[in-house]
């Protein structure tokens, strides 16, 4: 006797022990179950299998021909980590010089620093020794640099004299420059350029096009 409805033939042991179920039966489950699924779910759109598949394949061909935004990596921080010869020397320079907090430390067996974290104000940044049997090295031993650390602070001079006085090299002394900001750049001792910066006015675009000579501004 045929069973005069999918579920029906569920209940029937030898039909549901015979493999593989016909392709018809399979349809009729499926579109059995999504009806009573629907009914006890009036509020829900329940997606039939085919609507399903429809979206996942659209889904899947627009991810694939779309290229990532920077909003796609869910970047919150970019954090600079300093090498540096001699990172116990470096922790207590840059308390001295900057008036830096220690967050961190994490010293190795052979005295290195394998990390540290260190705060002004608002700012983070972490540091650890050089470790050249890995790659990780400093300006002393590649002879320079080619990152600058800007920092923005209340008082450029204040914290441009502090820092000279502590040691580091004087590359640029504080001034007033065209675009609204008045800056100063030294290099601590162990290698590391810093700019230092407070803004002294704010400027539209087409001012700073017009104070930057040599150079065309333009907002992105």
């Known amino acids: ?106 010293a190795g067996d052979d005295g290195r620093v394998g990390h540290a974290e260190l705060q002004v104000g608002d700012v983070r940044w972490y540091l650890a020794d050089e470790y050249p049997d890995i790659g990780v090295v400093g300006p002393a031993t590649l002879g320079n640099t080619s990152v600058s650390l800007h920092l923005s602070v209340d008082d450029v001079d204040a914290l441009h004299a502090r820092a000279v006085a502590a040691g580091a090299e004087d590359e640029r002394p504080p001034s007033d420059e065209s675009h609204g900001s008045r800056q100063s750049s030294f290099r601590d001792p162990f290698g590391h350029r810093w700019m230092l910066s407070m803004q002294l006015r704010e400027m539209s675009i087409d001012e700073l096009d017009a104070a930057s000579d040599g150079f065309t501004v333009t907002e992105g």
């Open 1 to 106: 006797m045929t069973p005069s409805s999918p579920f029906d033939a569920l209940r029937d042991a030898d039909i549901v022990a015979t493999p593989p179920p016909d392709p018809a039966f399979v349809r009729g489950l499926r579109r059995e179950v999504e009806a009573v699924l629907a009914a006890a779910h009036p509020s829900e759109q329940i997606a039939t299998r085919d609507e399903r598949t429809a979206t996942m394949t659209s889904s899947s061909s627009s991810s694939s021909s779309t290229t990532s935004t920077p909003a796609d990596t869910n970047a919150t921080a970019l954090v600079p980590y300093l090498a540096v010869r001699g990172g116990t020397a470096a922790l207590d320079w840059y308390r001295d010089g900057f008036d830096a907090v220690e967050v961190m430390r994490f």
